[in-house]
């Protein structure tokens, strides 16, 4: 499926983003902290945005400062409460005087972990935030990328390229699957969102390479505010990979993302993500809260839309990607893996809308807890009146390591439509002994077999992965579950 | 925010009015009623906006004025009715309209078995949680019901017959029950919860508190079969002791609103649960059952199976919590949930929930959702069978199925009469 060409290629592409996205034309820039309504005209003007696109982001702060509750207290996660006016919401790049000036003076404990997952040496040196003027020599291959995507038709550029060069469609789709309004920290995204990725495939296109973007965190104590939006016409596909298996160097705290996917008739988003942000120390300090809002639409018949996740980073996770079946025959799909460790909290699963006849949804989620980590399954199955003969079926198995840590499942099924039929199944457990038994007698350590043990517990799920992701991910959660079993 | 402020709902408001007055002709200790509707006051009846009401309101409280019932009213059955509500062969019954025990129609008392009203039991606080005001409601109105005492070692082999019969349009009926088994005890309660008058709407609030000492086994029915306008919400409050058994059936088939909670706590290690449960809803009936296990203790097993069957209009609910705290090694929990939406306006909301914070346990529990199954109707119309009595053969097995785990021949003769008749009234 992907040689090392097209891995390289992928990369490439990712690299053009990040030297000409919004990290160049940031540099040097920094708002005042906190949030209000000058901070929003600075972040649009500092982008030139269009007044539309100003009027909507304060339209948005408007409404983040009415929402009476507050961050929402519904999930089975804690933390000290959030100081909105405490943050930054724009700022450049961290200095690089003050980054390490090569991987000697990166912490030790980062390199040995990039050397268990196998990350190329140089691709190290970006995540670890040296100093280095061209990583890559990819401007000509990235070059050469875009322009055979541009040959098809194809836009994948970041957000402000989009709003600059493609007005019309961000117009159009821009919160048009999670309205400006949606939910606490959707509304904030919608207000201050910096920057991130839009892709559109036009009719009838098979995208011919997996996109990807490796997110980064850039300067300390700044808020990350992406806000992406995929947009596949009718007949068309494109499979789109989002983060990176390699713990990254950051020292943010709050990371409140938007996605939006749409598919039109007979298309179909593939959307895959790795995410390994920080997840603080030990004893649960520092580490990065993600809270995320993630939603598809299926607007034509049998679009199709794919949300596969491996999550293993960040203190806390919040995170629900949904799919919205709006159009008959459509088909949601949901395969994740959250792995926490420590004092790791993870509230995470799928909400699935069924909303037309004949729509189908599958739900595949494992939850792995270890050390005194806490680890919770919610999702939603909703079958409309309309939704003549859907299909559900939702599959959750957690898998508990040590008994500090929790495992936990809210799944909230709701039927209005007599010729659907829902299904779902939990199950919870621990690595058997014998399980273990058996590996350490052919000779493997404890934590190779727990890797082992627990790489076949998710196996259903890595198994959606593309290549890209595969090998990699399953590295990791071997890795993120070091130290967890005695 | 998160509750209707007492004074705002117009039955909490008629409690609050009516308890000066009533409280010097209620049993028990008169300063802890008034703590109790202080707590319900503070606390507020629950909304859809908290988690544990997201699929049950209580609109209809606020629709209409419920004040506490009279004890008395007139139109009393007969014995032969009483019987024939209850349809527990050889039980002992005991009677009580509208909150108050009726001697006249029901059974001299065994011993270890007296009445609320007589035994002075101080209202407590068991069971009141966060969306749990109804029962603080209960406490401090409650009238009357039984107090169980079953010795240790003692088995009573006669089943229970408690009768709770409301009627009066706007009573509101509290009713408390207290059950303690000592060790090695086994006893067998049914409360049949029914209208006196089909045509009044009435709001029933029926708390029932066991204790299951070591080795004892409860057998605990509870069938809300009330008239059409009916709100019931009942509550059972349960700690199972080392190696105890806790065996539950919980049906519904009667009520406008009908919501029966369970709320079982582990005590010791050892224990077993088995929860079971149907709700036969057509019309606009609504019919909830919540369920919270609590495993504190290790070695502890839990069964639950619950099945519905929902027809016009009607909206059925299952809840199931099952915690296992840290430490609460081998437990064993399984929880089953079945819902079967016989038409185009039924409407079945499940959540079966898992909170486990102990790494060496068995949990599982899984939920569907759908109509009878063609190709088994197929199968018997292949047969000779008419459509009707395909479905009606089927649904006869789906709820036999469920009445078959029980043990106890009486109490599944009672609940078999009742599932019985509401099949025999299925339209097509």
């Known amino acids: 499926m992907s040689t090392p060409d097209s891995m390289d290629a992928v990369r490439a592409v990712t690299e053009g983003e990040y030297k000409y996205g919004f990290v160049t034309d940031m540099d040097e820039d920094r708002a005042p902290k906190g949030l209000n309504t000058d901070i929003v005209r600075f972040i649009s003007a500092r982008k030139n945005e269009p007044e539309w696109l100003l009027d909507w982001r304060l339209k948005a702060y408007q409404r983040w400062l009415g929402m009476a509750d507050r961050d929402p207290k519904w999930a089975r996660i804690s933390h000290p409460p959030i100081d909105f006016q405490d943050l930054y919401y724009y700022s450049a790049p961290k200095s690089k005087a003050d980054a390490p000036k090569s991987l000697d003076e990166v912490d030790p404990e980062l390199l040995a972990t990039y050397d268990k997952l196998g990350i190329p040496l140089r691709e190290r040196e970006v995540l670890a935030g040296v100093a280095v003027d061209a990583v890559f020599d990819s401007i000509s291959v990235a070059t050469t990328y875009k322009a055979k995507l541009g040959e098809l038709g194809i836009i994948f550029c970041s957000m402000s390229e989009a709003v600059r060069e493609h007005p019309d469609l961000v117009k159009k789709y821009l ?18 969102f910096s920057d991130g990725s839009f892709v559109y495939i036009p009719k009838g296109v098979r995208c011919p390479m997996e996109l990807s973007t490796y997110f980064r965190i850039n300067a300390a104590q700044t808020g990350q505010f992406e806000r992406t939006l995929i947009v596949a016409d009718a007949g068309s596909y494109v499979s789109y990979l989002e ?93 994740s893996v959250a792995v926490t460790n420590n004092l790791q909290q993870a509230d995470t699963g799928t909400k699935m809308f069924h909303l037309a006849p004949n729509t189908r949804s599958t739900i595949i989620s494992k939850g792995i807890s270890a050390g005194r980590s806490q680890n919770t399954y919610r999702g939603l199955v909703r079958v409309a009146p309309k939704a003549a003969n859907a299909r559900n079926y939702t599959q959750c198995d957690s898998l508990l390591i040590g008994d500090a840590c929790g495992g936990h499942t809210t799944p909230y099924i709701e039927v209005r439509n007599r010729s659907a039929r829902v299904e779902h199944e939990a199950t919870a457990s621990k690595i058997s002994d014998d399980q273990l038994f058996y590996c350490r007698a052919r000779g493997l350590g404890t934590e190779d077999a727990v890797s082992l043990i627990v790489n076949g517990f998710c196996k259903e799920v890595m198994q959606k992965l593309p290549m890209e992701f595969a090998v990699e991910a399953q590295k990791l959660l071997g890795v993120s579950l070091e130290g967890s079993v005695g | 925010m998160m509750t209707t402020p007492a004074t705002d709902n117009p039955t909490a408001r008629a409690h609050a009015e009516a308890f000066a007055g009533l409280v010097s002709s209620l049993p028990g200790d008169a300063t802890a009623r008034q703590d109790a509707l202080t707590r319900f006051k503070a606390a507020g009846l629950p909304t859809r906006r908290v988690e544990e009401w997201k699929f049950t309101g209580l609109d209809a409280l606020s629709r209409k004025v419920f004040a506490p019932a009279a004890p008395a009213i007139t139109g009393s059955p007969s014995r032969a009715q009483i019987e024939a509500i209850a349809g527990v062969p050889g039980a002992i019954h005991a009677v009580f309209i509208n909150g108050s025990f009726d001697a006249s129609l029901s059974d001299a008392l065994p011993a270890g078995v007296a009445l609320l009203s007589g035994a002075s039991v101080t209202p407590t606080a068991t069971g009141e949680g966060r969306g749990q005001s109804l029962i603080a409601l209960n406490a401090a109105f409650m009238r009357d019901g039984v107090v169980i005492d079953v010795a240790d070692g003692a088995r009573i082999e006669q089943p229970l017959a408690l009768v709770f019969l409301a009627g009066g349009d706007g009573a509101a009926v509290h009713t408390r029950n207290v059950v303690r088994l000592g060790s090695g005890a086994a006893l067998q309660v049914v409360e049949i919860h029914a209208s006196l008058n089909a045509a009044g709407a009435t709001f029933s609030n029926a708390v029932t508190e066991a204790v299951i000492g070591a080795g004892a086994r409860l057998t605990h029915a509870r069938i809300a079969a009330e008239g059409k306008s009916a709100l019931h919400h009942s509550h059972a409050a349960v700690s199972i002791g080392e190696g105890g058994e806790y065996v539950s059936f919980a049906l519904s088939v009667g009520g406008e609103l009908t919501r029966q909670e369970s709320d079982v706590r582990f005590a010791a290690p050892g224990g077993t649960a088995r929860l079971y449960g149907a709700y036969l809803g057509r019309g606009r009936q609504h019919m909830d059952h919540t369920t919270r296990v609590r495993h504190d203790h290790p070695g502890c097993a839990t069964e639950e199976l619950f099945k519905g069957a929902l027809d016009g209009e009607a909206h ?71 459509p009707d009595a395909a479905r009606r053969l089927l649904l006869t097995g789906y709820v036999e199925d469920l009445i078959g785990r029980l043990d106890d021949a009486a109490i599944a003769a009672a609940i078999k009469a009742r599932t019985d008749a509401w099949l025999g009234e299925e339209q097509p």
Not at chain 1, 175 to 191: E, K, T
Not at chain 1, 320 to 332: C, D, H, Q, T
Request: hydrophobic share 40%; charged share 25%; with cysteine.
């Open chain 1, 243 to 335: 983060g990176c298996t390699a713990p990254m160097r950051d020292e943010n705290q709050l990371h409140a993302a938007v996605v939006e996917l749409v598919a039109l008739e007979d298309a179909e988003i593939k959307y895959s993500t790795v995410q390994n942000w920080y997840p603080g120390d030990k004893d649960g300090k520092g580490g990065i809260y993600n809270f995320v809002t993630k939603r598809g639409a299926c607007r034509g018949a049998r679009a199709k839309i794919s949300w596969t996740q491996v999550e293993t980073g960040s203190a806390i996770t919040w995170k629900y990607p949904s799919v919205l079946l709006e159009a008959e025959g459509s088909i949601g799909e949901f395969y």
């Open chain 1, 175 to 192: 919160g048009s699957v999670v309205p400006a309004a949606d939910n606490f920290y959707a509304c904030l995204n919608s207000a201050v």
């Open chain 2, 316 to 386: 059925g609910v299952f809840q199931g919590l099952i915690h296992v705290a840290p430490h609460a090694i081998k437990t064993d929990a399984r929880q089953r949930n079945v819902n079967l939406l016989l038409s185009d306006r039924a409407v079945a909301d499940a959540k079966p929930e898992l909170e486990i914070l102990a790494d060496d346990v068995k949990c599982s529990h899984g939920a569907t959702v759908g109509d009878l199954d063609a190709d088994e109707i197929f199968y018997l119309r292949a047969r000779g069978l008419s």
